[in-house]
């Protein structure tokens, strides 16, 4: 059986994500919106102080990641802000939440790099899980492998262990449920709060 990210238990619609199942018939490649940072991803961005160090290769614009920024602050300070979601997936446990928290308004992002990575394609998901039929299985499948050490094999998007960074897959760039989540983690972050469980 494969060690995957699982989805997180969310407050919030746009955090509806999936999960990666292995089954002796039937795996589902769908993967959490949710951090597994990595140390050897920790890019020192070049870009002006206030904006994005932006590495998507055409596919997302300034304006576009800002506005993803935007909602990832609205969000974190408008609504409940759970903090072990993928912890509570992967270990059980009780779900630990926050009330919503304004200094998220105020976090601004300070030269985020946002790297898109090539997504895995469905012959290369094949290849590495032979005799595993793949339910998810139509190109772009918006999945990539999470860093080395992560909980999780795949997963759509990761933010780097020192939170200058989130690697979004390249078909998931402009989704919020990859970007914006790992941007709100960054903001969470900068904010003081533990987003390991994230």
């Given at each position: 059986m494969l060690v995957v990210k699982p989805p997180c238990q969310c407050t919030t619609s746009h955090r509806s994500n999936?999960?990666?199942i292995a089954t002796t018939a039937t795996l589902l490649f769908a993967v959490a919106f949710t951090v597994c940072?990595?140390?050897q991803y920790a890019p020192t961005p070049s870009c002006a102080a206030s904006s994005f160090d932006n590495q998507t290769n055409g596919g997302a614009t300034n304006s576009q990641l800002q506005a993803l920024w935007q909602q990832a602050?609205?969000?974190?300070a408008t609504q409940t802000i759970a903090l072990n979601p993928v912890t509570v997936q992967m270990q059980g446990g009780t779900l630990q939440s926050v009330a919503p928290d304004t200094r998220a308004d105020g976090v601004q992002p300070n030269c985020i790099?946002?790297?898109t990575v090539p997504d895995l394609t469905v012959a290369q998901l094949q290849a590495e899980n032979p005799g595993v039929a793949?339910?998810?299985n139509t190109d772009p499948t918006g999945i990539i492998h999470c860093p080395a050490g992560a909980q999780a094999k795949y997963c759509h998007s990761f933010t780097a262990s020192n939170n200058q960074a989130a690697y979004v897959?390249?078909?998931e760039v402009l989704n919020f449920g990859a970007t914006g989540w790992e941007f709100e983690n960054i903001i969470l972050a900068r904010l003081g709060y533990d987003t390991a469980g994230r």
């Open positions: 999936f999960v990666i940072g990595g140390s602050q609205q969000d974190l790099a946002v790297i793949l339910q998810h897959s390249a078909s």
